[in-house]
T-cell receptor, first 120, second 115 residues
């Protein structure tokens, strides 16, 4: 069975601080995808990034960066120079891999989320 | 392009009542999903569908039913509502492609309270 653990339940920072959200996953699949979603106070789910299991290249996008380490089964997310608008719940999610027939239905297993509060 | 739409936004049910949560997408996505989000928790998969007429159970299907007669619509039926079904329900859709598993696009959610 797949599992995603976000050990940090809540994080509180002051604006302009850097913050890293941790995500650890478990899967027996050899090919899989990892995602980060953001849920602002309005409640909708906003897609941030997708990473596949055979691409360990880390990525930076503006103030966001992601660190994927297959050896430790971790997919961490960093916000540089945080802003009040970054306050939200952040979810890490793992998709099922491909079956023997080469098909995946993309079912997601979510972590429990990390509540990030950025104070002015 | 409205994306994924859900109705209603809010609903209060009494124990034992039934209702249907509506979900529609206009992106011609084959795959559709229903998740529930309990307070302080992540989302859990209830049911999913890979095309019209094809549905399957997810992690927490008990107390729910689905059908998929068209590509666009994927309603979720609650029979005999129970307080344990108080949750926020999200519908999502995606389309498999040559680039692999794509992101899921989520609807705005339906907040359901069972009293």
């Amino acid at each position: 069975a797949q599992k995603v653990t976000q050990a940090q339940t809540e994080i509180s920072v002051v604006e302009k601080e850097d913050v890293t959200l941790d995500c650890v996953y478990e899967t027996r699949d050899t090919t899989y995808y990892l995602f980060w979603y953001k849920q602002p106070p309005s409640g909708e789910l906003v897609f941030l990034i997708r990473r596949n299991s055979f691409d360990e290249q880390n990525e930076i996008s503006g103030r966001y960066s992601w660190n994927f380490q297959k050896s430790t089964s971790s997919f961490n997310f960093t916000i540089t120079a945080s802003q009040v608008v970054d306050s939200a719940v952040y979810f890490c999610a793992l998709s099922e891999g491909y079956n023997a027939g080469g098909t995946s239905y993309g079912k997601l297993t979510f972590g429990q989320g990390t509540i990030l509060t950025v104070h002015p | 392009n409205a994306g994924v739409t859900q109705t209603p936004k809010f609903r209060i049910l009494k124990i034992g009542q039934s209702m249907t949560l509506q979900c529609a997408q206009d992106m011609n996505h084959n795959y559709m999903y229903w998740y529930r989000q309990d307070p302080g928790m992540g989302l859990k998969l209830i049911y999913y569908s890979v095309g019209a007429g094809i549905t399957d159970k997810g992690e927490v299907p008990n107390g729910y039913n689905v059908s998929r007669s068209t590509t666009e619509d994927f309603p979720l039926r609650l029979e005999l509502a129970a307080p344990s079904q108080t949750s926020v329900y999200f519908c999502a859709s995606s389309r498999p492609g040559l680039a692999g598993i794509s992101q899921q696009f989520f609807g705005p959610g339906t907040r359901l309270t069972v009293l």
